[in-house]
């Protein structure tokens, strides 16, 4: 493992951290917290300082399979309620979020190690997602009822599919579980929600804060292991939907248990987003854009700018100009000033990071930047740049999911985008010219399902996320998010 070594990276640490308000102990069932039909319970860390902020429960097979019993009694009542009064329950829990701003942010970034400026992003982006999706329940529509048969009158039912298992991820917890939350109460389903084990008390929060706001049994929480948790949810026969956010591997495991009862599933896995810089680009925009995009959350998220493409004519000058901007990177935990990064999520996947850094040097690659674990408490790493990187090399191909940017050539455009789409996933990239035919031309050719050109990571609630190949199928955000989590039943009239 990579020892530590003395950083050349600002490093802020706070005194006296921030002391979050802590959810309840307990499984959220039926719209109040019970206790765990298990005794066994989760350490739940501070990555930034290594302190333990709380225990939550393991959760059991019995407390899933509660939750979904509740979710179940109480389907009928919630998908008889009208797109207006859905609206109104997403709205009122917007406006929860917004009233206690100061709890949420100070809980996540406690139980992240996120700098504050992730954390007040993370938390207006998940009010803005109830407040979309508030209108969007509101917004349908579909084709018209009309005579497609002589003397036939057919209408398009759109209904909820009803019980949906929702698996959130630990690098946005409150967000991502907004992201599922908002769009399947608001086609009318009722959830069981299990947040990652390593950050779930955003979460357990807004349960806590919101439970006078929502009917009994429509949202239920349920914390524990996902092989134990998760896999129930997953093979669950009450279940009729598993949605996840997570890694690959994690997605094949809920498709294949899903599968037994033929159930759906809503995808959305990694990512590895090449970042394509032609010859004609401004290249001090394009740095400035992997120095946001690249490390945003630590580089901790599956959209992130980590594979960089160059022109082989325009590489050098890029490179300098990377480097002397991720150079100037801030490094900090919460409550310890302005810091662009904070630490990674916890202690084992601290070690993966430095893991794969060891691979780069093993490999004879150039670390232009970093590449090196930061002393002291926490889990933090120097952000870092790897440069000189040959075609195929496994940092091309391999998601890492920490501060860590590769750079590669390539001679022409058609070299770019093969090279771009050689990968197994297919999330997001972008393209960087000032060429208008190119622009248009080459995201057309990219496989994946969100590609910006002359920015990355600039994410609309409007607009659909989700991606193609390896990273998954389900779109999260816009009103296809929606469709994804409601069914259409065609019912048609004879006339004579």
Same mark, same amino acid.
């Given at each position: @493992?990579?020892?530590?070594?003395?950083?050349?990276?600002?490093?802020?640490?706070?005194?006296?951290?921030?002391?979050?308000?802590?959810?309840?102990?307990?499984?959220?069932?039926? +719209?109040?917290?019970?206790?765990?039909?298990?005794?066994?319970?989760?350490?739940?860390?501070?990555?930034?300082?290594?302190?333990?902020?709380?225990?939550?429960?393991?959760?059991?097979?019995?407390?899933?399979?509660?939750?979904?019993?509740?979710?179940? =009694?109480?389907?009928? =009542?919630?998908?008889?309620?009208?797109?207006?009064?859905?609206?109104?329950?997403?709205?009122?829990?917007?406006?929860?979020?917004?009233?206690?701003?100061?709890?949420?942010?100070?809980?996540?970034?406690?139980?992240?190690?996120?700098?504050?400026?992730?954390?007040?992003?993370?938390?207006?982006?998940?009010? *803005?997602?109830?407040?979309?999706?508030?209108?969007?329940?509101?917004?349908?529509?579909?084709?018209?009822?009309?005579?497609?048969?002589?003397?036939?009158?057919?209408?398009?039912?759109?209904?909820?599919?009803?019980?949906?298992?929702?698996?959130?991820?630990?690098?946005?917890?409150?967000?991502?579980?907004?992201?599922?939350?908002?769009?399947?109460?608001?086609?009318?389903?009722?959830?069981?929600?299990?947040?990652?084990?390593?950050?779930?008390?955003?979460?357990?929060?807004? =349960?806590?804060?919101?439970?006078?706001?929502?009917?009994?049994?429509?949202?239920?929480?349920?914390?524990?292991?996902?092989?134990?948790? +998760?896999?129930?949810?997953?093979?669950?026969?009450? /279940?009729?939907?598993?949605?996840?956010?997570?890694?690959?591997?994690?997605?094949?495991?809920?498709?294949?248990?899903?599968?037994?009862?033929?159930?759906?599933?809503?995808?959305?896995?990694?990512?590895?987003?090449?970042?394509?810089?032609?010859?004609?680009?401004?290249?001090?925009?394009?740095?400035?854009? /992997?120095?946001?995009?690249?490390?945003?959350?630590?580089?901790?998220?599956?959209?992130?700018?980590?594979?960089?493409?160059?022109?082989?004519?325009?590489?050098?000058?890029?490179?300098?100009?990377?480097?002397?901007?991720?150079?100037?990177?801030?490094?900090?935990?919460?409550?310890?000033?302005?810091?662009?990064?904070?630490?990674?999520?916890?202690?084992?996947? &601290?070690?993966?990071?430095?893991?794969?850094?060891?691979?780069?040097?093993?490999?004879?690659?150039?670390?232009?930047?970093?590449?090196?674990?930061?002393?002291?408490?926490?889990?933090?790493?120097?952000?870092?740049?790897?440069?000189? /990187?040959?075609?195929?090399?496994?940092?091309?191909?391999?998601?890492?999911?920490?501060?860590?940017?590769?750079?590669?050539?390539?001679?022409?455009?058609?070299?770019?985008?093969?090279?771009?789409?050689?990968?197994?996933? +297919?999330?997001?990239?972008?393209?960087?010219?000032?060429?208008?035919?190119?622009?248009?031309?080459?995201?057309?050719?990219? *496989?994946?399902?969100?590609?910006?050109?002359?920015?990355?990571?600039?994410?609309?609630?409007?607009?659909?996320?989700?991606?193609?190949?390896?990273?998954?199928?389900?779109?999260?955000?816009?009103? &296809?998010?929606?469709?994804?989590?409601?069914?259409?039943?065609?019912? @048609?009239?004879?006339?004579?």
């Amino acid at each position: @493992m990579t020892t530590a070594e003395k950083t050349l990276f600002t490093v802020l640490r706070a005194e006296t951290p921030p002391v979050p308000a802590l959810p309840p102990v307990g499984q959220f069932i039926g +719209g109040k917290f019970v206790p765990s039909t298990s005794s066994e319970t989760a350490d739940v860390v501070n990555p930034a300082t290594e302190g333990i902020l709380m225990q939550v429960p393991a959760g059991t097979v019995e407390d899933v399979d509660a939750a979904v019993a509740a979710a179940v =009694a109480a389907k009928a =009542a919630w998908a008889a309620t009208t797109p207006r009064d859905r609206s109104a329950v997403l709205l009122k829990i917007a406006d929860v979020i917004e009233a206690n701003r100061e709890t949420f942010e100070t809980l996540e970034a406690a139980n992240t190690g996120k700098p504050a400026a992730v954390a007040e992003d993370d938390i207006s982006s998940a009010i *803005d997602t109830f407040r979309f999706s508030a209108g969007a329940a509101r917004a349908y529509s579909t084709l018209g009822a009309d005579d497609y048969a002589e003397n036939h009158t057919s209408v398009i039912h759109r209904e909820p599919v009803g019980v949906v298992g929702v698996i959130t991820p630990w690098n946005y917890p409150l967000l991502m579980a907004a992201w599922k939350i908002a769009p399947v109460l608001g086609a009318g389903n009722t959830l069981v929600l299990k947040p990652s084990e390593q950050t779930p008390l955003t979460t357990l929060k807004l =349960a806590e804060l919101i439970a006078a706001e929502v009917p009994a049994g429509v949202i239920n929480i349920v914390t524990g292991p996902g092989r134990v948790v +998760g896999n129930r949810l997953s093979e669950h026969p009450g /279940v009729d939907l598993v949605a996840i956010t997570g890694s690959v591997g994690s997605g094949q495991k809920v498709a294949a248990s899903a599968a037994a009862s033929v159930k759906r599933v809503h995808l959305e896995l990694g990512g590895k987003a090449p970042f394509v810089v032609f010859d004609d680009a401004d290249l001090e925009a394009a740095a400035k854009g /992997v120095r946001s995009a690249g490390f945003w959350n630590g580089g901790q998220e599956c959209g992130a700018a980590c594979r960089v493409l160059v022109h082989e004519s325009v590489a050098e000058k890029f490179t300098e100009l990377l480097v002397r901007e991720i150079s100037d990177i801030t490094i900090g935990a919460p409550g310890a000033g302005e810091a662009e990064i904070g630490s990674m999520i916890s202690k084992a996947h &601290y070690e993966r990071v430095l893991a794969a850094l060891d691979d780069v040097r093993r490999d004879g690659l150039t670390i232009a930047v970093g590449g090196n674990a930061i002393d002291g408490p926490g889990y933090f790493i120097e952000p870092t740049v790897v440069t000189k /990187v040959p075609a195929g090399a496994p940092i091309t191909s391999n998601e890492i999911f920490g501060p860590v940017v590769s750079v590669e050539t390539f001679s022409t455009d058609e070299e770019a985008v093969t090279r771009a789409n050689e990968t197994i996933y +297919g999330l997001a990239a972008s393209v960087w010219t000032r060429d208008s035919a190119r622009s248009l031309t080459v995201p057309r050719k990219l *496989d994946f399902g969100t590609v910006w050109v002359n920015s990355h990571l600039v994410i609309a609630t409007e607009m659909p996320w989700g991606g193609f190949k390896g990273s998954g199928y389900g779109r999260d955000l816009s009103s &296809y998010a929606l469709d994804d989590f409601s069914r259409t039943k065609h019912v @048609m009239y004879n006339r004579c």
